[in-house]
Structures are given as C-alpha cells and as structure tokens.
T-cell receptor, first 110, second 114 residues
Framework: QKEVEQNSGPLSVPEGAIASLNCTYSDRGSQSFFWYRQYSGKSPELIMSIYSNGDKEDGRFTAQLNKASQYVSLLIRDSQPSDSATYLCALKTSYDKVIFGPGTSLSVIP | NAGVTQTPKFQVLKTGQSMTLQCAQDMNHNSMYWYRQDPGMGLRLIYYSASEGTTDKGEVPNGYNVSRLNKREFSLRLESAAPSQTSVYFC?????????????FGPGTRLTVL
C-alpha cells in the first residue's frame, strides 16, 4: 500500500461548481497535512495546510482532516478555469520526512 | 532573494555517465529535500536533510547520493545514470515555526538519460 493515495483523475467540473479532491494516508503518526497545486511545467506551490481534525477555510478553499479515518480532502468552491492544475496531497511523517501522493488532475470547464 | 535555485535546468546524459545536480537556497531554512517527478507518480522523495551535516534516505534513494555541503547547498549525485532516472528533479526547503510549516520548491531540473 502506498503511503499517500489520491484519485488520479482527471476530474472535470464546470466553472462555478465545487471540486472535491480526496487523499488517504497510511501513517497514523502523521501530524501535518498539505495541499499543493502544480501547473503544467511548473513547481508545486502550497495552497492549504491543516494540522488538526475538522475544517479549515481559506477563501474558496476548504481543507478537511479526519485522522481517525486517515483522510484529508480539499474542496474548491466556485471553481475557475485558472484552478485547472494537478493537486498534490502531502504529509509530514516522522522526523522531517515529507511525502506526496500521486496527484489529482483537475480540469475546470468554462 | 532568489529563493531556491537549481542548476542545470536541462541535462541529457548517456547511460553510465555521472553528474551532480546542484541546489542552493538563500532563505536560511534548515531542512532540504530532493524529489523526482515522473508522469502520474507525483513527487517521490529521494533524500532529505534535516540540518547541515545530516542526510536521510527517502522513498527512492537507490542510484543516488547526496551531500549537504553547508546550510545553503544540497547536491544530488548520479554516479552511473540509467534510463530509469529520466525524470524532473525538484529541490525544496522547508520552513517551520511552531505548528506552521511550508515547503518551497526550486524550478526543477529536467534530466534525460539515453
């Protein structure tokens, strides 16, 4: 089993809709969770981090964490064509190790 | 401030050749990382360094060596390149303060091994 799993997609949503991205992980000791966005040919950039159970909102983005279920998700409200990118789930395991999932490709259709 | 810089940006090698990918940061971060990214595979951790003088293996360390020369620089060496090492390589640093932490990535090195 991979340590971090995501649906590879592609996920297509119409403009203005809610995009829902999901991630599961295997290391119960993980404490810090991240969502990165990566445009084609570019480097990843952080859009959300979450450390405790529940929801965390930042503008159109909401991250949700459920440590008991080992599940973290990202909701993007009012999706825009500029949100079309690959979304990478990441987590910090023991010590200083940060690992990523395979990413979910999102396409927002105008 | 340049942030995280990587050299070279592109490289083509023949099987069996060696090379070193360079990474430097001016953000004074302690932690540095090397990842490779292949299509559909996300980022896979090769090696990381929590501080100057320490390095640890990640998920896919075979065929690579690293050197944390000082706080600013973290290099990745391929001793005998193989076609399976064709990939995009990203260097990253990590900033943390209290519970907050964030990684900052360099622009990547696109390596092709023929």
């Amino acid at each position: 089993q991979k340590e971090v799993e995501q649906n590879s997609g592609p996920l297509s949503v119409p403009e203005g809709a809610i995009a829902s991205l999901n991630c599961t992980y295997s290391d119960r000791g993980s404490q810090s969770f991240f969502w990165y966005r990566q445009y084609s040919g570019k480097s990843p950039e952080l859009i959300m981090s979450i450390y405790s159970n529940g929801d965390k909102e930042d503008g159109r983005f909401t991250a949700q964490l459920n440590k008991a279920s080992q599940y973290v998700s990202l909701l993007i409200r009012d999706s825009q064509p500029s949100d079309s990118a690959t979304y990478l789930c990441a987590l910090k395991t023991s010590y200083d190790k940060v690992i990523f999932g395979p990413g979910t490709s999102l396409s927002v259709i105008p | 401030n340049a942030g995280v810089t990587q050299t070279p940006k592109f490289q083509v090698l023949k099987t069996g050749q060696s090379m070193t990918l360079q990474c430097a940061q001016d953000m004074n971060h302690n932690s540095m990382y090397w990842y490779r990214q292949d299509p559909g595979m996300g980022l896979r951790l090769i090696y990381y360094s929590a501080s100057e003088g320490t390095t640890d293996k990640g998920e896919v360390p075979n065929g690579y060596n690293v050197s944390r020369l000082n706080k600013r620089e973290f290099s990745l060496r391929l001793e005998s390149a193989a076609p399976s090492q064709t990939s995009v390589y990203f260097c990253a640093t990590r900033f943390f303060e209290g519970t907050y932490n964030e990684q900052f990535f360099g622009p990547g090195t696109r390596l092709t091994v023929l």
